[in-house]
C-alpha cells in the first residue's frame, strides 16, 4: 500500500541482470513519479503532484 508520502528503497540495483530488470520495471509503474538512482540504492517516490522523473546521481 502506498500513499503521497510513501518512499520505497531498493538495495543494490545493479547487483545482478535480475535486478538491473526489476529497478527499471518498477521505474515503468504507473504509480511511480519520481527515481533517483545512487548505482547501490534506488529511492522511490509516489508523489500525485509531481512530473515524472528518473535522476542519476554519480559522484
Same mark, same amino acid.
Given at each position: 500500500?502506498? !500513499?503521497?508520502?510513501?518512499?520505497? /528503497?531498493?538495495?543494490? /540495483?545493479?547487483?545482478?541482470?535480475?535486478?538491473?530488470?526489476?529497478?527499471?520495471? /518498477?521505474?515503468? !509503474?504507473?504509480?511511480?513519479?519520481?527515481?533517483?538512482?545512487?548505482?547501490?540504492?534506488?529511492?522511490?517516490?509516489?508523489?500525485?503532484?509531481?512530473?515524472?522523473? !528518473?535522476?542519476?546521481?554519480?559522484?
Amino acid at each position: 500500500t502506498t !500513499h503521497n508520502n510513501t518512499i520505497f /528503497i531498493f538495495d543494490d /540495483i545493479y547487483w545482478s541482470k535480475g535486478m538491473t530488470e526489476a529497478w527499471e520495471t /518498477i521505474k515503468q !509503474h504507473p504509480k511511480v513519479t519520481v527515481t533517483i538512482n545512487t548505482f547501490y540504492w534506488g529511492f522511490v517516490f509516489f508523489r500525485k503532484e509531481q512530473a515524472k522523473e !528518473h535522476f542519476v546521481i554519480r559522484v
